[in-house]
């Protein structure tokens, strides 16, 4: 038997993505970016001073990264403040964006990119990626390309596009597999990677080329949402 | 900057070498250090192992407790993995809050355990929805000589294979003192460990020391297992540092890793008890 998606997607399928760039006035750049449910909105402040001063780079900015959820964004309230999870993903996210930008002209300084979801159906941490990638762009940082990212799933033995709730606590069979990924846009530099569940070393490859196709949907829709704004402001 | 402490010198000359294939203690790329592992860190736990990889040695103990169930699993027994980097193991580490690799190294160790399900879990419920027990899996680095992270989940599987479930007294307390003769229900067909890919330049290698670990750019740890004594299967996944990986890059990983898997796992079975 094969996996059925629970809202009848195909398994190359990702929910509806939306983007919305320049959503803060205060920031420097600002995104919104939706999986379906799953909503992130990012916030880019700087380049700017970075204290305390022993932090500070000569040889360029640093990127400051920041991920969590806001209280009411999911079932059980969270509670507020940094946890060991939310620390990590600030971590990998900041990983997931770095090899896209060219910092070395802004020497001493930092970019903070803050990044919150309002609103949790799995695939959060991609959700804020793709959302900070476009927060950066309209802040003007110099960047190689954006980046893109989706979580690839295996349900039982089926990969599939875009890991919803339903998805991310299915147990049947070898069960829920999650592996978000990000890349740079038309390359094959991967980003992001991890992985939680049970996967045959010879289905990565497959994974990468299913979160090859959904990225290349995800780069347009950035760019529209990129032009949208940059229209706006010649008006 | 991974390159803390690292001359550019040792940079460069590090990059070269291994774009040549070769590394400063003759190893192969691809090529890990032997292991050595011993039992009875603490006669205190209920179970504890000590790896020693070249330089690099970390212990691992299990402590058991009592405990109510999660809501979400109230018919399982609960897991948790902590470890410290502490300021003994290097001059590197230092006290206070924990940083990014003290957070991430007990962390993908909790996924490769889990996820693997080498732990019977739902063996460990006393009373249904009210007690079970909870697992306490403690890492310490106590010399750091490069990947940490390997040479613990050598450790973990090593302290758990070791590890006996405390007596309870007559009022349902832990007696820690009494010797048990009740082993850790584990699967025993299903043994998880962990490999860390690094990359400088072009080159991908495997298990640096400490100088080969701060001139890298990129890394991934992977978690595999020999699910159920069938086949090999990964659980658990983390690209670090800021180097990308390319496709080609991820493709000799999985060509790699189920030998490094193999390997390990006959060299670890040598000292299983």
Redesign the interface.
């Known amino acids: 038997m094969t996996f059925k998606r629970p809202d009848g997607r195909k398994s190359d399928e990702m929910r509806p993505i939306t983007a919305k760039v320049g959503i803060i006035p205060n920031a420097d750049g600002s995104a919104m970016f939706t999986f379906g449910k799953t909503v992130a909105i990012a916030a880019v402040y700087g380049p700017r001073m970075l204290h305390p001063q022993h932090m500070q780079?000569p040889k360029g900015a640093i990127l400051r990264v920041n991920y969590d959820l806001l209280s009411f964004s999911v079932s059980d309230r969270k509670k507020p403040g940094p946890s060991?999870r939310s620390?990590?993903i600030s971590?990998?996210t900041e990983?997931s964006l770095?090899?896209a930008l060219d910092l070395k002209d802004f020497p001493n300084t930092v970019v903070d990119v803050q990044i919150y979801i309002l609103q949790a159906d799995a695939s959060t941490r991609v959700a804020g990626i793709n959302a900070a990638s476009m927060a950066l762009a309209q802040a003007g940082i110099p960047m190689k390309n954006l980046i893109c990212s989706v979580s690839i799933g295996k349900m039982d033995k089926e990969l599939v596009v875009d890991v919803d709730k339903d998805e991310e606590d299915f147990e049947d069979g070898e069960g829920a597999t999650d592996?978000p990924i990000a890349?740079?846009a038309n390359t094959?530099?991967?980003?992001?990677?991890?992985?939680?569940?049970?996967?045959?070393?010879?289905l990565?490859?497959q994974a990468?080329a299913l979160a090859d196709k959904a990225c290349a949907k995800i780069y347009e829709v950035q760019k529209k949402a990129l032009k949208n704004v940059m229209g706006d402001e010649d008006k | 900057m991974s390159s803390m402490g690292l001359s550019g010198l040792t940079y460069h000359t590090l990059a070269k070498m291994f774009s040549e294939g070769k590394r400063f203690d003759g190893r192969k790329l691809l090529e890990q250090r032997d292991f050595t592992v011993e039992y009875n860190v603490s006669n205190k736990a209920e179970g504890s192992a000590r790896v020693k990889m070249g330089k690099t040695e970390v212990v691992v103990g299990v402590k058991m407790d009592v405990g109510t169930p999660y809501p979400d699993s109230l018919d399982k027994g609960n897991l948790m993995v902590s470890g410290d980097l502490l300021p003994l193991a290097s001059p590197r580490f230092e006290s206070g809050p924990p940083k990014f690799n003290a957070i991430e190294l007990p962390r993908l160790i909790d996924r490769m355990v889990r996820e693997s399900h080498v732990i019977d879990l739902k063996k460990l419920v006393i009373t249904e929805g009210e007690k079970v027990w909870t697992v306490m899996i403690d890492i310490y680095p106590i010399n750091d000589d490069g990947a940490l992270i390997d040479a613990a989940s050598i450790g973990t599987i090593a302290a758990l294979l070791q590890t006996h479930i405390p007596n309870l007294d007559e009022n349902g307390r832990v007696d820690h003192e009494s010797k048990s003769t009740k082993k850790l229900p584990l699967m025993e067909n299903t043994i998880p460990l962990s490999f860390t890919f690094y990359k400088l330049g072009e080159s991908l290698l495997v298990d640096p020391t400490r100088e080969e670990e701060e001139a890298c750019d990129g890394k991934i740890v992977w978690g595999l297992s020999n699910w159920k004594g069938k086949e090999h299967m990964i659980h658990s996944c983390q690209k670090g540092l800021e180097m990308s990986m390319t496709r080609q890059d991820i493709e000799q990983m999985m060509k790699h890793l189920p030998k490094l898997y193999d390997d390990t796992l006959k060299k670890l079975k040598k000292f299983l008890k």
């Not at chain 1, 094959?188 to 010879?202: A, N, R, S, V």
């Open positions: 780079d060991r620390q990590e971590k990998v990983w770095s090899p592996i890349k740079l094959d530099e991967y980003t992001l990677l991890q992985l939680d569940g049970k996967i045959q070393p010879h990565i490859p990468l």
